[in-house]
Structures are given as structure tokens and as C-alpha cells.
């Protein structure tokens, strides 16, 4: 099960886009309803593995998909995805200097209490 807060989680989606778009070697086997199987070549669904990318966009490491992703995408086919991720860098900034200040602050209030 996916758990956003367990390590490697952003490792699944770029996983499923490696697999969607390079697709293993060996031919894989469909078992049908009567028990027969049907050999079916493995083809690259480059469509699916970018919806992937746009709907899943906050849970991917930008970098890790970016080096799965072929160099044929056109830049404008993940704008969204890049535009996600960049927003989402900067948030994390942003609440890291908050954090960062907050720190500092309660540091300032316990150096003036041990002063008195």
C-alpha cells in the first residue's frame, strides 16, 4: 500500500513510468478465462506513463522522472508536472526558513531568560 510518509514512496510512480515506457524484455504471458495463455509483445505507453506523471505530479521526485522520461517529450508535455514540482521546492523552502527562524527566535527568548 502507498504510504506518502514511508522512505523511497516517490520511488513507486517513477517505477511505474520506467515500466510503462521501457516495458521489460521477456514477453509476457495474459491468462485468459479458459486457462489458455496468449503471448503479448511488451510495447512502451509513453501517454500513460506522462498522465502518471501530471496527475501524480506532488508525490514524484522531479529529478528521478526526468532521467526515466525519453528525450523526445516535448517540454510542454510535462510544463505541469515542472510547475508542480518547482512550487512544491519552494514551499519546502519556505518552510524550512520559517522553521529555521522560528528556531533562532526560541534560541534569543532562552539566552535573554538565562540572562536575568
Not at 500513460?48 to 522520461?69: D, F, G, N, Y
Request: include cysteine.
Amino acid at each position: 500500500m502507498y504510504n506518502q510518509g514511508s522512505a523511497g514512496c516517490d520511488e513507486v510512480y517513477v517505477l511505474l513510468m520506467k515500466m510503462l515506457i521501457t516495458p521489460p524484455d521477456s514477453s509476457w504471458l495474459v491468462v485468459g478465462a479458459h486457462s489458455s495463455t496468449v503471448s503479448c509483445p511488451p510495447t512502451s505507453d509513453l501517454e500513460t506513463a506522462l498522465s502518471v506523471l501530471e496527475k501524480h505530479a506532488s508525490k514524484i521526485h522531479p529529478m528521478k522522472a526526468l532521467r526515466v522520461l525519453p528525450d523526445k517529450v516535448p517540454l510542454g508535455r510535462i510544463r505541469q508536472f515542472l510547475e508542480v514540482s518547482l512550487q512544491n521546492k519552494l514551499n519546502e523552502r519556505r518552510r524550512a526558513q520559517v522553521l529555521k527562524g522560528l528556531i533562532y527566535a526560541e534560541h534569543l527568548q532562552v539566552l535573554r531568560c538565562l540572562m536575568k
